[in-house]
Every structure is written in structure tokens, then in C-alpha cells.
């Protein structure tokens, strides 16, 4: 919105043009979305509280839970407005990656507020039966795969990439819609398991968009992409704006959301930044480096495979409790310790995602 405005304001003084320049623009991204945050953040949380829209909590989870309840809930909300509004006004409208991720990330987040409205304001102890979250998941992220593979201009767009072996793309054809699929929607859960202790899944989500914002960056350069071996994607790079909004929001969600939380996140925000990871990640061809960098959220997600897989095969448990953070608390350790040991290993785990744009 703004850079068109500085296109036009470009003819009366040349100075405007210094709004093409992406980084800049995803600079200001950064700061928008997180003024955007720390200024809502606290009216935010006081309506929560007034409308009583607080968090349950399960009683066969650790004890020291039990003294969140009543936290407000659906914080997720500020998150996806900043995000959406630091978007639109620094980002270039006729990018369709910009309005593919932007959309994905606010349907995600709508199927999440409709869980979380149900448990915390109709009092559904369920929410949203999993079959119909799972449904509209499945509807959301399969449009997003077909609409990529129809508008795609280049094979490359639909080709596999597999790091550090620079001479191996596989062609995927009709096969890239359901790896899309498969992507957008697993991503998103898996964040939302993550979502289970104080800034757990904030964090570690911010960190993994810093980095994919490194390779739109890169995939959207032609000069860069030829030099570092990795797809030359036309357009890619505007997605650098989403990230760094996301980059923005996430900070300052995590202000309020730090131990001990003012507020949670919800399925509002958790689903909704796990389908845009996700989705960003498919359009610059990095899903692999992407189940590398997010090793938290696939640790996370395994975690409860093993666990419902063994109970139901053996009738015996593998961890103390699933998702994996809450075995870590039930052996003894405090939930500051869970969080900041997982935050290292995203650190880690992101820099070796790094890696592999020189590692071919």
C-alpha cells in the first residue's frame, strides 16, 4: 500500500525510490508489526480479561499448570493483525506469493479461533471436533498447493531440492500438491503442539521466519541464486516483508507471552504460523532445510506419534507424558529451563539450515 504511495510520491522527489530497496522494506516490517504489538498487547489483554476468556488446563498435566488458569487466551489474534497489517502496507499487492502466504496464514488462523471460541466462550471442552479442523485444513492447505502448481511459471517452482547435493532436483509434477499439502498442514500442527509452555513455540517460530526470510531473499535474487546453487524464483523475495512482519509480531507477542505468561497464543495463532512457515518454505523450495530448522516443532510432533502409537500397540507409554515438553517437567525440570534448553536447539538447528546454502 505505502510502496505504492511512494511511486507516485517518486515523480515530484527521487528519494521515494529508496522504498524499492527490500531490505529496507522489510525493516520497517519489522518495526511495524512490533510497535504494532507492544501497542495492542496491553488493550489486548485487558479485553480478554474482561470478557473472561481464559485459559483451561488439563488436571492430569503437571501441577505447576494448574496456577495458569484463567491466563486470556487467543493472543494469536494480535499476532495475525499486526502481521496482516505490517504486510499490507510495506509489501508489493501484486506479488501473488505475498497474497498466497498472507491468506493461508488468516484461514489457518480463522479455523483456529473457531476451536478456541468453542472452548473458551461456549465452555466445549472439545472445540472444534478434529475431523472438521483436520476437513478445513485439509480444504485450505489443498488450495494452496493447486493454486501454487496451477500458477507456477517455471519447473523449478515444482521441483524437490535436496540440500547439500547440488546436482539432485526431483521434478515432482502432480506430486507437489500433495508434498504442499503434506507441508502446510503438518507444519501447522506441529507448532500448535509445540504451543504448550510460555513462549515455547513463539520463539523458535520467529527464528525459523528469520531464516526463511534469508532465503526468499536469496531465491529472489538472480545474482545470489546462481552463486549459492539454489532456485532463482522471480518475486520470491517480497515474501521478506511477510517474515520480518512475522519476525515483528512474534517479538512482541513474546514480551506478553514470556514466562510467566500474560497471555497464550491460542490455535488462533498456533495454526496459522505454522501454515505460513510452511507455505513460505514450499514456494522457495526448502522443505527439507525447513523440517531441519523447525526440529523442535518434528520433535515435538514424534513425540506424540511414538506415544499414541505405543499405548495403543503395547499398552505401554514411552514418555512420561506427550507432547515432549511436558516429560521434560514431569522429570523435574522447571518450565524456564524446557523453554530456553528448546530455544538453543532452534538456534542450532537454524544455523545448520543456513548452512546449506554454501554446504553443496
Not at 493483525?81 to 506479488?95: E, G, P, R
Not at 483456529?112 to 472444534?128: A, H, P, Q, T
Not at 513474546?254 to 505460513?276: E, H, I, K, R, S
Amino acid at each position: 500500500m505505502l510502496l505504492l504511495l511512494a511511486e507516485y510520491l517518486q515523480q515530484f522527489h527521487k528519494g521515494f525510490a529508496v522504498f524499492q530497496y527490500l531490505t529496507l522494506r522489510g525493516i520497517l516490517g519489522v518495526l511495524t508489526a512490533l510497535a504494532l504489538s507492544l501497542w495492542l498487547g496491553p488493550w489486548m489483554i485487558r479485553t480478554l480479561q474482561i470478557r473472561q476468556i481464559g485459559q483451561a488446563v488439563r488436571n492430569d498435566g503437571p501441577q505447576s499448570h494448574l496456577s495458569k488458569k484463567g491466563t486470556p487466551t487467543m493472543g494469536g489474534a494480535l499476532i495475525l493483525t499486526a502481521i496482516a497489517i505490517s504486510t499490507l502496507l510495506w509489501a508489493d499487492l501484486s506479488n501473488r506469493y505475498v497474497w498466497t502466504v498472507l491468506s493461508v496464514t488468516l484461514l489457518f488462523g480463522a479455523i483456529g479461533w473457531v476451536d478456541d471460541y468453542r472452548k473458551v466462550i461456549e465452555k466445549n471442552s472439545r472445540g472444534l471436533p478434529s475431523r472438521w479442523k483436520y476437513f478445513w485444513q485439509s480444504v485450505f492447505g489443498l488450495a494452496a498447493a493447486i493454486f501454487l502448481y496451477v500458477t507456477a511459471q517455471n519447473p523449478v517452482e515444482t521441483t524437490l531440492i535436496v540440500p547439500l547435493l547440488k546436482d539432485v532436483a526431483l521434478p515432482l509434477g502432480v506430486g507437489f500438491v500433495v508434498l504442499t499439502y503434506f507441508v502446510i498442514v503438518g507444519t501447522s500442527n506441529a507448532v500448535n503442539l509445540t504451543d504448550g509452555l510460555d513462549g515455547l513455540a513463539i520463539l523458535p517460530t520467529v527464528m525459523v521466519a528469520g531464516a526463511l526470510a534469508i532465503f526468499c531473499y536469496l531465491s529472489g535474487n538472480i545474482n545470489f541464486a546462481q552463486y549459492l546453487l539454489i532456485p532463482y524464483l522471480p518475486g520470491a523475495g517480497e515474501l521478506i516483508v511477510f517474515c520480518a512482519a512475522l519476525v515483528g509480531a512474534g517479538l512482541g507477542f513474546l514480551w506478553f507471552n514470556t514466562y510467566p505468561a500474560q497471555v497464550f497464543m491460542g490455535d488462533v495463532g498456533a495454526l496459522a504460523l505454522g501454515a505460513a512457515l510452511g507455505t513460505i518454505a514450499v514456494i522457495v523450495r526448502q522443505e527439507i532445510v525447513l523440517f531441519i530448522m523447525g526440529g523442535v516443532f518434528v520433535m515435538e510432533t514424534l513425540s506424540v506419534m511414538i506415544q499414541v502409537a505405543s499405548f495403543k500397540l503395547t499398552g505401554k507409554r514411552v514418555f512420561r507424558m506427550a507432547p515432549i515438553h511436558h516429560h521434560f517437567e514431569l522429570k523435574g525440570w522447571p518450565e524456564p529451563r524446557v523453554i530456553v534448553r528448546f530455544w538453543i536447539i532452534t538456534v542450532i538447528l537454524v544455523l545448520i539450515g543456513l548452512a546449506t546454502l554454501k554446504l553443496r
